[in-house]
């Protein structure tokens, strides 16, 4: 299991949440892989120490709130706010993309978290004394393709509740621990991921109208 890391990367997102209609939202990030698990495939390792790009345009966003156990305390559950896209568009940049893209980014199908494939998921925080957020994109075969995964924490309070006691998605810059790709293809059973290789920057530039926090809670009013 991959363990946290020191803090690496920013996300930044523009979005109005709750009741917005859909929308179309750009996401993107870089990193610099420096860390490698079990077997992943040559080509894959051949990106290490490289700094490289991805942007994902996710197009009919929409957010699902939902309910998740806690394993603690047993029996337990916390509120947890999904952002969904009816469709999207991924690509790799820089040294390596031709190798990225070929071998990951052409393949991805879908969000990755059950059951709504979503693409970006934050929870409120009472499971742990931190709110999670995680963004997962798939292959349409995740036993025999590469899957990415990007995830980390804030302090309680950095996504605020809406009306109905679920964490807010809106336009805040967060701190990833880790960006990772997990190799299933054929024979390979490997991950490789930027944990401590330097700055990673995942920016969610504005895509929608930016909307301010005071016009924000006058809608949950």
Known sequence: MLRYATVMSMIV?????????????LMSGSFTMDWVAGTPGADLLGILGHENHWSIFLQGVQFVCDDMP???????????????????????????????????GQHFTQGGLYPHGAYFQVDKGVCDPFQRF???????????????????YEPIGTFPDDMNGCPTIGPFALQA?????????????????????????????????????AAIKAIYR
């Open 70 to 104: 806690c394993f603690m305390p047993p029996g337990s559950t916390t509120k947890v706010q999904n952002l969904l896209a009816t469709s999207f568009t991924f690509q790799f940049t820089g040294p390596d993309a031709t190798i990225l893209n070929d071998a990951v």
């Open 13 to 25: 997102l523009a979005v109005l949440p709750g009741t917005a209609p859909a929308s179309d939202v």
């Open 134 to 152: 995680i963004f997962y994109i798939f292959p349409n075969d995740t036993s025999d393709g590469v899957y990415m995964q990007i995830d980390g």
């Open 177 to 213: 621990v880790q960006v990772v790709l997990f190799d299933r293809r054929g024979m390979n059973e490997g991950n490789i991921a930027a944990l401590n290789g330097g700055p990673i920057s995942l920016q969610i530039p504005i895509a929608v109208e930016e909307r301010s926090w």
